[in-house]
C-alpha cells in the first residue's frame, strides 16, 4: 500500500478493552470517518478480556460447536474463520480510509502483513507470509492472525499478535479455520536442546567441534539458529541424541498433532516473567469432581474455567517447586479450598508431601504418582486414568521434542523419562510444564534425546 511522505497517523493505546466496547468505538470511529475525510486514520492498540470472534461465513465449523467455548462469542463483520483474543495478545485495529489508498483491499492485507513482518524482524523473530493464508508465521507455527473488515472503504478490525499469556483457548476451536494449525511453540530450538545436552554431559563447545569433526565457527553458528544437517548428524551421537530427529525439528518439519475435543482435560497457559507456563485441570465428567496441577502465573482462568463447568476442584498436585508452577497457589486454594499436595523433596508451605506410588481416587477416576527427578530433586509425574486415554502430567520432566534440563542430575532426567514416562501406552497424552501437549508415542519417535532408544 503506498502512503504519501507526510502520512500520518493517530495511534492511541486503549489497555485492557472489553470487545464489545472496543467495536463500538470501532464503529463511532468509521462513521465519523465516513462524513470527514479530512480525519486521520487510526491504529487502537490493546489488549481485550477473553472473547471468541468469527466473521461472515456460513461455514461454522472452525467453532467446533459453539455450546462448549469457556468465553462469548461474537459473530462480527470480518473476514475469516473462529479466533480467539485475550490478555497477553496486542490486538491492532487500524481504521484507515481506502478510499485515498486506490480502494484495494487485497494490498491493505500484504501491507499488514508486511508491517508485522518487520515489527517481528526487529525484536529478531523471522517471520513470514504463507502462501493462499493471511496471516504471519515463524516456521509453521502462527504468531499472528489477521482478519478485517470494511465499511464505505474504511477499515476496521484488524490484526492479534501472541506475544504472551494464555494461548489454550484456542484448543477449543479450528483457529481461523485451518486444521493442524498451531498456536502454542514448542519449548525447545535445536540449540536449546544441543545446550541442554552438551551441559548434562559436561562437553565445552571446543570438546563437541573435535569430537565431533566440525569447526568451532559451526557451533557457534548452531547457537544463532544457523543449522547446518551434515554438521547435525555430525554433533548428534556425541552427544547421544537423535541425529534424524534432531534435523527434522531444525527443519521445523514437526510438531506434536494438536489435541482437542478431549472431554476431562484442560490446559492453562500463562506468563510468567516472559516465559509460558501451563497448568491442568482434569476432571471426572460424570461426578465434576476435579484436580488441578500446579498453578501457573495466574490461576484467575483455571478457576473461571472450572465454575463455568461446574467443576468441584477437590486437589491441587504440584509437579514441582519451581516458582514458575507454584505463583498463584495461594490464590487457587483460597478460590477452590482443595487440598494441596507436593513432592516430599520439594516442600512448599501448607501441602502435604507425598511419595512416589500415592494414589488419589478422583471420582471414577485414579491418579498415581511417578518421581521423575533430575530436573528439579524431587519432580513428580501424575498420571491419569479412567478417561478415553491415560494422560502424564509430568511438568518439566518431559517437553515435546525435549526435556527439562539436568539441573540436579542429567543421568537421572534422562533415565526416569526413559523408564517412567515413555514406557506408558503410547496412546498416553503428555502435559508438561512449557509447550504444547503431545503424546508418549509421537516422542518415542520425534524426541531428540530418546527417539530410537525403546
Not at 474463520?81 to 484507515?96: E, F, K, M
Request: charged content about 20%; proline content about 5%; hydrophobic content about 40%.
Amino acid at each position: 500500500m503506498n502512503v504519501a511522505h507526510d502520512y500520518s497517523l493517530n495511534v492511541r493505546w486503549l489497555g485492557r478493552m472489553e470487545f464489545a466496547h472496543a467495536l463500538a468505538l470501532q464503529e463511532e470511529i468509521v462513521a465519523k470517518k465516513r462524513n470527514e475525510r479530512v480525519l486521520k486514520d487510526e491504529l487502537l492498540l490493546l489488549e481485550h478480556e477473553p472473547v471468541y470472534t468469527i466473521g461472515r461465513t456460513p461455514d461454522q465449523s472452525s467453532l467446533l460447536g459453539s455450546a462448549h467455548l469457556p468465553y462469548p462469542l461474537f459473530p462480527i463483520n470480518r473476514g475469516g474463520h473462529a479466533t480467539y483474543h485475550g490478555p497477553g495478545q496486542l490486538i491492532g485495529y487500524p481504521i484507515i480510509d481506502l478510499r485515498g489508498c486506490g480502494h484495494d483491499l487485497h494490498r491493505y492485507l500484504r501491507w499488514l502483513e508486511q508491517l508485522l513482518i518487520e515489527t517481528l524482524a526487529e525484536y529478531e523473530i523471522a517471520a513470514i507470509r504463507r502462501e493462499s493464508l493471511t496471516g504471519v508465521w515463524v516456521s509453521d507455527r502462527k504468531i499472528a492472525s489477521i482478519g478485517v473488515g470494511v465499511r464505505h472503504w474504511i477499515t476496521m478490525h484488524g490484526f492479534a499478535l501472541n506475544v504472551c499469556g494464555d494461548l489454550s483457548p484456542f484448543n477449543h476451536i479450528v483457529p481461523c479455520g485451518i486444521n493442524d494449525v498451531t498456536m502454542i511453540p514448542l519449548e525447545d530450538n535445536v540449540g536449546d536442546i544441543i545446550g541442554k545436552a552438551q551441559r548434562g554431559l559436561g562437553i565445552s563447545d571446543s570438546e563437541l567441534a573435535e569430537k565431533a569433526r566440525v569447526g568451532s565457527e559451526t557451533i557457534r553458528q548452531m547457537r544463532d539458529g544457523n543449522f547446518d544437517e551434515p554438521a547435525l548428524l555430525s554433533i548428534a551421537p556425541v552427544l547421544g541424541l537423535s541425529g534424524s530427529a534432531l534435523c527434522e525439528l531444525a527443519r521445523g518439519k514437526w510438531h506434536p498433532k494438536k489435541i482437542e475435543g478431549f472431554e476431562g482435560l484442560a490446559q492453562f497457559n500463562t506468563d510468567y516473567g516472559g516465559m509460558a507456563v501451563n497448568a491442568y485441570l482434569t476432571w471426572d465428567p460424570a461426578t465434576r469432581v476435579a484436580a488441578a496441577f500446579d498453578t501457573g502465573a495466574d490461576s484467575k482462568e483455571m478457576v473461571h474455567f472450572a465454575n463455568r463447568h461446574k467443576l468441584n476442584v477437590q486437589l491441587i498436585l504440584l509437579t514441582h517447586a519451581h516458582a514458575d508452577h507454584v505463583a498463584d497457589l495461594p490464590c487457587l486454594r483460597e478460590e477452590t479450598g482443595a487440598d494441596v499436595f507436593t513432592p516430599t523433596r520439594e516442600p512448599v508451605p501448607g501441602a502435604e508431601a507425598i511419595d512416589e506410588g500415592k494414589s488419589f481416587p478422583l471420582g471414577n477416576l485414579k491418579i498415581d504418582t511417578r518421581l521423575t527427578w533430575g530436573h528439579s530433586p524431587g519432580g513428580m509425574t501424575y498420571v491419569v486414568t479412567g478417561l478415553a486415554r491415560p494422560i502424564a502430567i509430568v511438568g518439566d520432566s518431559l517437553f515435546a521434542g525435549s526435556m527439562g534440563g539436568g539441573n540436579v542430575s542429567y543421568q537421572d532426567a534422562l533415565r526416569n523419562n526413559l523408564e517412567k514416562i515413555l514406557t506408558l501406552s503410547d496412546e498416553t497424552i503428555i502435559c508438561p510444564g512449557h509447550g504444547p501437549m503431545t503424546t508418549v508415542g509421537e516422542e518415542k519417535q520425534r524426541n531428540p534425546f530418546f527417539a530410537g532408544k525403546i
